[in-house]
């Protein structure tokens, strides 16, 4: 398995908690985006995109391997100064029959001060963190399971059932991760075991093709971690939840070549993004992303050898 040993010009994950001041200029002006709710139907199930608030990720991340014209061409299309860009972070809440879906949790108070607005805003549209009755974990990023416990350690959504890939358990629960990750991991490994190892005990592991509950398929998009998963939704021509397979609606769509600067296994994760990409163009599916711009849901059209992103 190849992982990336270091993140581009030296960053780790407290590099990015020190961009929190950065995060704070920009946030009076997406308040409006974190408070919103896009609901739409998908076959059997009622999905509601609820905002967790937004990250702001430096450029040497975003954009590793664009040349500097290029990085002065895009930064601004994202919303961003040169330095860095704010993104998203859109958590379906799906409604199926009896069941309450969360895919993914959020941040929590775990990662900047411009994300952890998941529970408040589920609060707002009227759904308490009891009545979630499954949760699934995309990958265990702090941005994705960072809420997994509120600030005293508490379980958020205590009713809950958990799913998470056996390949990303494995990955992240090794005792001896220390020796066996680089270091740039370690943050990420001592976070990931605090949010899995919290609710161990309510814990199923899946495996790709494996079905949540009926019409929801786990589809393996490993790369972004090792045992990264999407989530694949039956009904209406299909809609691909992509966690963080393709990070970026302008940037993965226009240049699926590129790597993104967190992707443990970059060259892995290249090849899952043009195939998800290119699956999604020719048989037209609906798409989901995480950190696309609000709220996230849209087709990939083909454009000469890349694709454009177009909102549903």
Known sequence: MTTRDSIPNGLSRRDLLKL??????????????????????????????????FLTLPVEILLPDATPEERKAIMPRLGGTSAAAPVQANIPLIRHGDDLILIDTGSGSHFQASTGKLAANLQSIGVAPEVITKVVFTHAHPDHSGATTTADGKVLY???????SEAEWNFWTDKDYETHLPSALHDFARGAQRDLFAIKDRLTLVRPDQEIIPGMRVLQSRGHTPGHISIELAGDGGLLITGDACTNDVIFFEHPAWHFGFDTEPEVALKTRQMLLDRAATDKLKM?????????????????????????
């Open 158 to 164: 205590p009713n809950a059932q958990y799913f998470v």
């Open 20 to 53: 929190t001041a950065a995060a704070a200029a920009m946030l009076a002006s997406r308040d409006a985006i974190a408070a919103e709710s896009h609901r739409f139907h998908h076959g059997a199930f009622d999905i509601t995109v609820v905002s967790d608030g």
């Open 288 to 312: 989901l992303g995480y950190h696309w711009s609000y709220p996230g849901v849209g087709y990939a059209e083909r454009k000469d050898t890349s694709y454009r992103f177009v909102a549903a």
